[in-house]
């Protein structure tokens, strides 16, 4: 759709950076593939979210899906490496089997998952969220395929498996608190850097690339700020969790120093 992502993308690789394109794949033709093949795209994220039925009507468009199957396909073909994500909810939960095993069968050999933040267009789907007991429950069971599943396919959890704890380990994952102005930002098409792309508001404005370089911006006083606010846990894995994720704090109650919404854990536990 956008013709001048090409030169963006050669300008990336000019300067030796992986580069990764996130789509919804629908409009990855055969050709499409072979040119992102050319211009040296090292991977492709897809969204898929959930069999056919419950991916259209999480993304609104009937008939989406076989295009996305289709430009997984058109992908894998070239052998781009084609990593899925999905976002979890009430809706899919039940359906990530079954769909573990299609994308196996597809070739593809690396899988995420994603939760729903109650931002943007999704700030009204509530009851489509998981409980904190359904994602203890969704991440218990995703580290488990993990462990059965590698030789087939790499799943990663998102930071919900940080409220497991250091058991996590166990499973070759790692957690060192939420990666948000500490080793990633996010870049609007206006040139504003934000902390993550879940927390774009003009609060979180960190500063502007179109007046000023990005070493000013990143090791600015406001950044440095908001790398320092603490949050409200107080729990016995407090210092390993670290919270969980701001963002999903902020989308449920406006406040990023409270306690990852979706954590199942308290001061009992």
């Known amino acids: 759709m956008e013709p001048e992502i090409w030169n963006i993308v050669k300008k990336f690789k000019s300067k030796g950076k992986l580069v990764q394109l996130i789509s919804n794949g629908t409009l990855i033709t055969e050709r499409t593939a072979k040119k992102i093949k050319d211009y040296g795209v090292n991977s492709v994220q897809i969204s898929i979210d959930g069999l056919k039925e419950s991916h259209e009507y999480q993304r609104g468009v009937e008939g989406c899906f076989d295009k996305t199957i289709q430009g ?23 359906e990530i089997p079954e769909l573990l095993r299609d994308l196996i069968q597809l070739g593809v050999k690396e899988f995420r998952t994603s939760r729903l933040i109650l931002m943007g267009r999704g700030e009204d789907l509530e009851r489509e969220v998981l409980t904190p007991e359904q994602t203890k429950s969704f991440i218990l069971y995703i580290l488990e395929q993990r462990e059965t599943l590698k030789d087939k396919i790499q799943i990663l959890p998102d930071e919900c498996m940080s ?3 250091e058991k996590i380990h166990d499973y070759g994952l790692s957690w060192f608190g939420c ?91």
């Open 72 to 94: 997984v396909k058109n992908l894998l073909k070239e052998n781009i490496p084609v990593v899925v994500n999905t976002l979890i909810s009430q809706r899919n939960r039940h």
């Open 163 to 165: 409220f497991v704890g």
């Open 179 to 269: 990666p948000a102005g500490r080793t990633e930002c996010a870049v609007d098409f206006e040139g504003n850097v934000y902390p993550c792309v879940f927390l774009m508001y003009d609060e979180f404005c960190m500063g502007n690339l179109l007046e000023s370089a990005f070493d000013e911006v990143w090791n600015s006083q406001k950044f440095d700020d908001f790398r320092r606010i603490e949050r409200e846990c107080i729990c016995d894995i407090a210092d390993f969790c670290k919270g969980g994720c701001p963002a999903a704090a902020y989308g449920r109650y406006g406040d990023i120093t409270k306690k990852d919404p979706y954590c199942w854990r308290d001061k009992h536990e």
